[in-house]
């Protein structure tokens, strides 16, 4: 089993920065994908940004040059910088870590329970 702990939400003003933490831990060989998805009230889950484990990034295109998805490295937290944050970015964020839980074993994928971001004056 694998556990995904998220930290880092809150409330900000418009315009404001917030960085968001993912670690992931248990039963884990490698990680192949980590990423960050969010939801808003009557809205359907979408992604904002996702990382190999080579380093390559995928940004939904609505905070590109906004926010930056980094990992110091394959076993390292992944953290998701999210700048100029517009009220539009209010919703729950969650981390999802694909996970091989053995050498040849096929990627599972696994969610953190979610941390709320508030974008408000």
């Known amino acids: 089993q694998v556990q995904l702990v998220e930290s880092g939400g809150g409330l900000v003003q418009p315009g404001g920065s917030l960085r968001l933490s993912c670690a992931a831990s248990?039963?884990?060989?490698?990680?192949?994908?980590m990423g960050w998805y969010r939801q808003a009230p009557g809205k359907r889950r979408e992604l904002v940004a996702d990382i190999t484990s080579s380093g390559s990034t995928n940004y939904a295109v609505s905070v590109k040059g906004r926010f930056a998805i980094s990992r110091d490295n394959a076993k390292s937290p992944v953290y998701l910088q999210m700048s100029s944050l517009k009220p539009d970015d209010t919703a729950v964020y969650y981390c999802r870590a694909d996970v091989r839980e053995g050498l040849g074993s096929p990627p599972i994928s696994y969610w953190g329970q979610g941390t709320q971001v508030t974008v408000s004056s």
């Open positions: 248990g039963n884990i060989f490698s990680v192949t994908v």
